[in-house]
């Protein structure tokens, strides 16, 4: 089982979505981790929610420091994307393992200003945006590519475009 490592500032919504969307999801293949530069101490109640309705367990679900994963005794990650342009831009703590990194930017649904529906409707739009990536994750040859052809496949599935 490879570990992955999700990171956005906050680690209420959007990296939490994919820790638990990818252990899910990956029938005992891969690990979710998640975790961000400055938690916001709790996971978002509508990221909760949004999991919850989709079938995953929240149970143990939490917001927390990358500080937690960066040193000795600490899992490997064999992958750790970005989501959120903010942690694109942080100086990140050095990875053991040289894990294969990528952006994979969304639109952060716990920054939606709209009424109960809208923000709903942001957080399903960024699940279903997640989904996808992950699964077109999860589907890639891993045995057959190098190291560099994967960093640049996990790349271009940040950059598509999901809308």
Known sequence: MSNVLFLCTG?????????????????????????????????HPIA??????R???????????WNEFAGPGRPLFAFVFTLCDDAEQETCPVWPGRPANAHWGIEDPAACTGDDDEVRRAFRQAYDTLW????LFLDLPFEELGEDELVLRLQAIGRLDDD
């Open 11 to 43: 680690n209420s919504a959007r990296s939490l979505l994919a820790e638990r969307m990818i252990s899910d999801l990956s029938e005992g293949r891969f690990r979710g981790f998640s975790a961000g530069s400055h938690p916001a101490g709790r996971p």
């Open 48 to 53: 909760l929610e949004v999991l919850r309705e």
């Open 55 to 65: 079938g995953h367990d929240v149970v143990g679900c939490r917001s927390k420091s």
């Open 132 to 135: 996808r990536r992950i699964e």
